[in-house]
């Protein structure tokens, strides 16, 4: 079965600190990259995703994300965080036609 | 433009009791589907209905039916809840099972005592 891996469980940032958040996944043929972002209290939103074309996929508020294939990776980043982007991040992969599948996400606090 | 809307947002079932968890969207989607969200355990799919007339099981679907209404509702059921269906749930939606993104709802937190 797919699988999807976030490395990082809890990352704490200050304000204006540098964010990459890791993503792998197990599933060997075509996929379609999401991030999602959970705000507290708030249900899912798409931060991005990438379908094909250009690995570096640029989403709203700054987010971007480069898919490497060779690595089956789909690494989140922002250069300079800010304290709205306290939040879950949650990484997921649709492999053709199926269902997404989520990692079990990560959870960012931002601290000023 | 409503989107996704789940009802209710909260309830308290007693462990053995029944209800029915609903979901509609205006979107005219094809695909829905009922996730999970456990602490530390992201989404877990519960089941998903690629089309009008098609249901199929995902990861977690014991404890659990669903019916696909029409095309635009899905509603979950519990028939006989258990403490460990203590979550919250979020019903989603896309165009297309193929590759587009998820719309969600605003989910249903439940708790079984």
């Known amino acids: 079965a797919q699988s999807v891996s976030q490395h990082n469980h809890h990352v704490i940032l200050s304000e204006a600190a540098s964010l990459e958040l890791g993503c792998n996944y197990s599933?060997?043929?075509?996929?379609?990259l999401f991030w999602y972002v959970q705000y507290p209290g708030q249900h899912l939103q798409l931060l991005l995703k990438y379908f094909s074309g250009d690995p570096l996929v640029k989403g709203i508020k700054g987010f971007e994300a480069e898919f490497i294939k060779s690595k089956f990776s789909f690494n989140l980043r922002k250069p300079s965080v800010q304290w709205s982007d306290t939040a879950e991040y949650f990484c997921a992969v649709s492999p053709g036609n199926t269902p997404l599948v989520f990692g079990k996400g990560t959870r960012l606090s931002v601290i000023a | 433009n409503a989107g996704v809307t789940q009802t209710p947002k909260f309830q308290v079932l007693k462990t053995g009791q029944s209800m029915t968890l609903q979901c509609a969207q205006d979107m005219n989607h094809n695909s829905m589907y009922w996730y999970r969200q456990d602490p530390g355990m992201g989404l877990r799919l519960i089941y998903y209905s690629a089309s009008e007339g098609t249901t199929d099981k995902g990861e977690v679907p014991n404890g659990y039916n669903v019916s696909r209404l029409n095309k635009r509702e899905f509603s979950l059921r519990l028939e006989s809840a258990a403490p460990s269906q203590t979550s919250v749930y979020f019903c989603?939606?896309?165009?297309?099972?193929?590759?587009?993104?998820?719309?969600f709802g605003s989910g249903t937190q439940l708790s079984v005592l």
């Open positions: 599933y060997g043929g075509t996929v379609n």
């Open positions: 989603a939606s896309r165009r297309d099972p193929r590759n587009e993104k998820l719309f």
